[in-house]
């Protein structure tokens, strides 16, 4: 049993594989053009996702819906902590004119923890896809969802709108999810992926990120507890520390690895396994419809 011990290290320099090219291309200019000239909001932005340009080029983004306060307080998460704002119910229909307007072929769907909801922020989720379908009936969409505290009645909600993909992140690895997501629980979010498959989704995701002093063996214990819950899609990559207010890199985990993660995840019957640096949830997120 490995106890649990606090994350302290000194902070270290990025190395050379973490180096973003810049975005280049027509299709990513275009996207550009359309979020400045209309104000649109994307998370590809606000997080400052090194892959951005990738994405965009590929006709795929993504949202960020209720609001931009969090219930929560992530250690590894920009986002602000606090009391959030009302419930914008004009919101799914402005998300769905900017998927509209930016001919996204592939929306990716995110939110902050709404834990001060009765719902969870479900109801507006649901809306959202709904209205996504209802003005660009072409985009497949992809739901990154919070646990919803694991309510089942709220869940629900999603089944029944039925996203092509369903994401729940793990985040990290069982000894250290009390630090990393202090009002989450390691038991709690597989029992959130087994329920979404159980309920007969078709794809099942979730991520995780490394360098938060993990042990390889706990990586993979964690594989093994995702393919136990029948989860299809698995991205891993590099934690990158947002503020000195967040909790730091403990490593930086090689390439190599990242490699031999992949290979590992894929021979225990992940259908899909995104590893590397700079891998984050959504990256390749139109080639996990399969």
């Not at 973490?18 to 590809?44: A, E, F, M, W």
Request: proline share 4%; aromatic share 6%.
């Amino acid at each position: 049993m490995i106890e649990e011990e606090k994350i302290v290290v000194e902070k270290q320099r990025k190395p050379k594989w973490l180096r973003v090219k810049l975005p280049t291309g027509q299709n990513y200019k275009s996207v550009r053009k359309l979020v400045d000239d209309y104000k649109l909001h994307t998370i590809c932005e606000s997080g400052s996702c090194p892959n951005m340009g990738e994405c965009w080029g590929a006709g795929t983004a993504t949202f960020m819906i209720l609001g931009n306060t969090c219930t929560r307080s992530c250690g590894f998460c920009a986002v602000n902590t606090g009391r959030p704002d009302s419930v914008d119910w004009e919101e799914p229909e402005r998300v769905a004119r900017s998927v509209k307007l930016m001919n996204i072929k592939h929306a990716v769907l995110t939110s902050v923890d709404r834990d001060d909801l009765k719902d969870g922020g479900s109801i507006i989720w649901a809306e959202t896809v709904k209205a996504v379908r209802r003005v660009s009936p072409q985009t497949t969409l992809e739901t990154l969802i919070p646990d919803f505290k694991g309510e089942t009645r709220n869940i629900d909600r999603i089944v029944e709108v039925a996203p092509e993909i369903v994401s729940h992140n793990m985040e990290t690895v069982r000894r250290l999810t009390r630090q990393v997501r202090i009002q989450a629980q390691y038991d709690r979010s597989l029992e959130v992926l087994k329920y979404l498959k159980e309920s007969g989704l078709r794809r099942t995701k979730t991520g995780i990120m490394l360098g938060l002093g993990e042990l390889k063996e706990e990586v993979v214990q964690s594989m093994e507890d995702l393919r136990k819950v029948e989860v299809d899609i698995l991205t891993l990559g590099q934690y990158l520390q947002p503020t000195t207010k967040h909790l730091p890199v403990v490593e930086f985990i090689q390439p190599e690895l990242f490699e031999e993660y992949k290979k590992i995840g894929l021979e225990m019957g992940f259908k899909y396994v995104e590893s590397g640096p700079l891998v984050r949830s959504s990256y390749h997120a139109e080639k996990h419809l399969f």
